[in-house]
């Protein structure tokens, strides 16, 4: 079943605005990581938050992780218009053979 | 750049061509990922290697075969396969399959089979 599941689908804002996008997921996690996608190419890895850890920043992003409600907030603040591409939450579970778990991600337009 | 590349870019099959997708990583890791992502779903692993060593295939059907000849190389065989296969193939790697490992994601390779 899907593990991570992004909100909104969509989210469009003007340059210069923050832009929050949610993740929720279903079981326990190791970790959570955000990851980005321009228009029809790979995923470009952001920022990786422990079980462990409730905020990290970096740059202009904060990242929150809250396990009792299981959810993770990505905030980006002063967008620009460069930033807009799909943004998706990934969960991380299992052991030795650790893999990740995709939402189907926020679309994020940044107008300028 | 990611450091994974993958070729062919795009590619354009029927159901009874068989063509290869390539992934090359140089960033010296040890653990590659098949990713099929299609419009309007998430993203769904295939096939996971790690150290050259088959740790996941996640129901795929036998239409596709992957290949890790070693740690750097990483195909994906297909043959005979459906309309509703048409998607972005992504290759990606970590430096192994732990638990604290991001994955670095080639560029994709857009499969369109009429």
């Known amino acids: 079943s899907q593990q991570g599941e992004e909100d909104p689908q969509a989210l469009s804002i003007q340059e210069g605005e923050n832009a929050t996008m949610n993740c929720s997921y279903k079981?326990?996690?190791?970790?959570l990581q955000w990851y980005r996608q321009n228009s029809g190419r790979g995923l470009v890895h952001l920022i990786l938050?422990?079980?462990?850890?409730r905020e990290k920043h970096s740059g202009r992003l904060r990242v929150t992780l809250d396990t009792s409600k299981k959810s993770s907030s990505l905030l980006i603040t002063a967008s620009r218009a460069a930033d807009t591409a799909s943004y998706f939450c990934?969960?991380?579970?299992?052991?030795?053979?650790?893999?990740?778990?995709f939402g189907k991600g926020t679309l994020l337009t940044v107008n300028p | 750049e990611t450091g994974v590349t993958q070729t062919p870019r795009h590619l354009v099959m029927g159901m009874t061509n068989k063509k290869s997708l390539k992934c090359e990583q140089h960033?010296?890791?040890?653990?590659m990922y098949w990713y099929k992502q299609s419009a309007k779903k998430p993203l769904e692993l295939m096939f996971v290697?790690?150290?050259?060593?088959?740790?996941e295939n996640n129901s795929v059907p036998s239409r596709f075969s992957p290949e890790c000849p070693n740690s750097s190389h990483l195909f994906l065989h297909l043959h005979t396969l459906q309309p509703e296969d048409s998607a972005l193939y992504l290759c990606?790697?970590?430096?192994?399959?732990?638990?604290?490992?991001?994955?670095?994601f080639g560029p994709g390779t857009r499969l369109t089979v009429l």
């Open positions: 990606a790697s970590s430096q192994d399959q732990g638990r604290l490992m991001t994955q670095y």
């Open positions: 079981t326990s996690i190791n970790n």
């Open positions: 938050i422990r079980s462990n850890e």
């Open positions: 990934a969960t991380g579970s299992g052991g030795s053979n650790y893999k990740l778990t």
């Open positions: 960033l010296g890791h040890n653990a």
């Open positions: 290697y790690n150290f050259k060593e088959q740790t």
